[in-house]
């Protein structure tokens, strides 16, 4: 399992990462997901998230979730509208060997927020909710029409 071998990775070395723009220190998990997992890390004395692509997939599955997560990257940095949207910082590749051999998993370097959106959504009014829905529609709208355009070209 590609999970396990990763948590294993992270124990190893202490939770210190390396990529592209330096030694990631990692600090507490914030949200796992089918195909992923989201921890706060620390680089250059910033805060920050990493998103990790963790997929059990093989073959042309593993493939087009690969480029999925890599359009997410796209879709939301080319925006010229951003309000609303999780800031993201850098796209990258965590490479590592282990007993079972090489693994490489995909990273989204983005700003860590001081909330999250469950934490928002709760003890919120209806009105407040509504308010919250629509905002949240109309920004998948613009990322959905953003990442349309760009297919057609």
Known sequence: MIAER?????KSKNKHITLTLG?????DVLGQGGNGIVYSGKILNETIALK?????ASGNT???????????YFNVVTLKESTGIVKYIDY????FD???????????????????LSAIQKNK??????KLFNFLLSTLEKIHLRASLKSQY
């Open 92 to 95: 990258d590749i965590l490479n």
């Open 62 to 72: 593993l493939k087009n979730k690969t480029n999925r997560f890599l359009a997410e």
């Open 98 to 116: 282990d007993s079972e051999g090489f693994v490489s998993l995909p990273v989204i370097l983005m700003k860590k927020y001081d909330t999250s």
């Open 125 to 130: 009014t209806e009105e407040e909710f509504k």
């Open 6 to 10: 990763f948590s294993k990775f992270i």
């Open 52 to 56: 990790f692509l963790i997929s059990e």
């Open 23 to 27: 030694e990631v220190q990692l600090k």
